[in-house]
Antibody, heavy 120, light 107 residues
Framework: QLQLQESGPGLVKPSETLSLTCSVS??????????WGWIRQPPGEGLEWIGS???????YYNPSVRSRVTISVDRPKNQFSLKLTSVTAADTAVYFC????????????WGQGTLVTVSS | EIVLTQSPATLSLSPGERATLSCRAS??????LAWYQQKAGQAPRLLIY???NRATGIPARFSGSGSGTDFSLTISSLEPEDFAVYYC?????????FGGGTKVEIK
């Protein structure tokens, strides 16, 4: 059964780069026509889509972070990654990786989420 | 960007009661509307996709309806495990957006 797991530093300093990885287990990230995305949730708030990577390599980003974000894939490692530059306290959130775009046309598979705090 | 507005913000009901949650889009999303359930400390779980299709393993007491700009999620008879926060989300175009959520709490 396919599973997603986020990993990365839990604390990032202001103005630095937030880097997270989503490891895919139980199946191949290249198996099927899916998007692989990142969503975040500030403490006590709602969900914000950050961006997604299509199986063929194309990327789609939220305009709110487009100038600061990069999502990339490492197929040999069966992982995809998020980099968010020039972070501020407003980027403090639980970051989820997720899959979407398959037969169940929603975000049907999620990682457990990882809290990233931006603080000096 | 399509803005999704959920109402009410909080719904106070008792187990066994019927819950009806609303999601309104700022422009048509056709039928490309999904619903998620989120419990504290957990990732969201997909309940309904494309307005009315239940995701794998979702009980029949959950149903979705609507089209265009107005959608609803109905829980026919609330079970104790249904008390949670519910979000709608569209996939009509980029960027994907979520509604602000409706909290279903025990009365």
């Amino acid at each position: 059964q396919l599973q997603l797991q986020e990993s990365g530093p839990g604390l990032v300093k202001p103005s630095e780069t937030l880097s997270l990885t989503c490891s895919v287990s139980g199946g191949s990230i290249s198996g099927g026509i899916y998007y692989w995305g990142w969503i975040r949730q500030p403490p006590g708030e709602g969900l914000e889509w950050i961006g997604s990577l299509y199986y063929s390599g194309g990327t789609y980003y939220n305009p709110s972070v487009r100038s600061r974000v990069t999502i990339s894939v490492d197929r040999p490692k069966n992982q995809f990654s998020l980099k968010l530059t020039s972070v501020t306290a407003a980027d403090t959130a639980v970051y989820f990786c997720a899959r979407h775009g398959g037969d169940a046309a929603g975000l049907d598979l999620w990682g457990q989420g990882t809290l990233v705090t931006v603080s000096s | 960007e399509i803005v999704l507005t959920q109402s009410p913000a909080t719904l106070s009901l008792s187990p066994g009661e019927r819950a009806t949650l609303s999601c309104r889009a700022s422009q048509s999303v056709s039928n490309y509307l999904a619903w998620y359930q989120q419990k504290a400390g957990q990732a969201p779980r997909l309940l309904i996709y494309d307005t009315s299709n239940r995701a794998t393993g979702i009980p029949a007491r959950f149903s979705g309806s609507g089209s265009g700009t107005d959608f609803s999620l109905t829980i026919s008879s609330l079970e104790p495990e249904d008390f949670a926060v519910y979000y709608c989300q569209h996939r009509s175009n980029w960027p994907l957006t979520f509604g602000g959520g409706t909290k279903v709490e025990i009365k």
